[in-house]
């Protein structure tokens, strides 16, 4: 049984929908949920889970990014994870971190990359003229949001989209999205999914 952590930073919906899909005859277990905010959400989601949790307040280390991750570290070493996953964590780690669990650590991102790394992707989108948005699994590199793609599920652009609309739809396939990829990575298969809404 592989044995997943899952670091978050605010309610954990995609945390949720991956704790959720490690039951039965699932090759992974979540081990352990940590988030860089003790007020988050996702953590007393994730206690109602039975799930261990950990919260490490970045605010108290103010810019030395090497602290924090050298706090972080520790709950997450101490459940020795096969994987670790990303699941709107808003932190961005530092290399030495990503490279201590290279080829083992993943991450969600509410765009089609190589499009709109970073933030405020579905107002990019928009502005853009895009007609289809989206997410994106990957494999977490040293280069934010730049790793090898392991699944994008795919949305229409509406007329009359707002961002918050059509993050609510994204999101939804988020929640489909990232179980699926994560079942096929611990299964050793790193081959892409690729969904839609209406697949």
Do not use: W
Not at 77 to 101: I, K, N
Not at 168 to 174: G, I, K, P, S, T
């Amino acid at each position: 049984m592989k044995r997943v952590a899952i670091l978050i930073s605010g309610g954990g919906s995609n945390m949720v929908a991956l704790a959720r899909s490690m039951t039965g005859a699932h090759p992974g277990r979540a081990v352990l949920v940590a988030s860089n905010d003790p007020k988050a959400g996702g953590l007393a989601k994730a206690a109602e889970m039975g799930i261990a949790t950990a919260a490490v307040d970045h605010r108290a280390f103010g810019k030395d990014r090497a602290a924090f991750e050298a706090a972080l570290l520790e709950p997450i070493l101490a459940v020795e994870p096969d994987v670790v996953c990303l699941a709107g964590f808003m932190r961005v780690l530092t290399p030495g971190f990503v490279e201590r669990f290279a080829g083992r650590m993943l991450n969600i991102h509410p765009s089609l990359l190589p499009k709109y790394p970073g933030l405020h992707t579905h107002q990019r989108a928009l502005d853009a003229g895009e007609a289809q948005a989206g997410c994106t699994v990957h494999e977490v590199t040293p280069v934010l949001d730049d790793g090898p793609v392991l699944g994008q599920a795919r949305v229409p652009v509406l007329a009359g989209d707002t961002a918050d609309s059509l993050a609510a739809r994204v999101l939804v396939q988020e929640h489909r999205l990232y179980p699926a990829v994560l079942r096929r990575f611990l299964e050793g298969d790193r081959t892409p999914v690729f969904l839609s809404e209406t697949a």
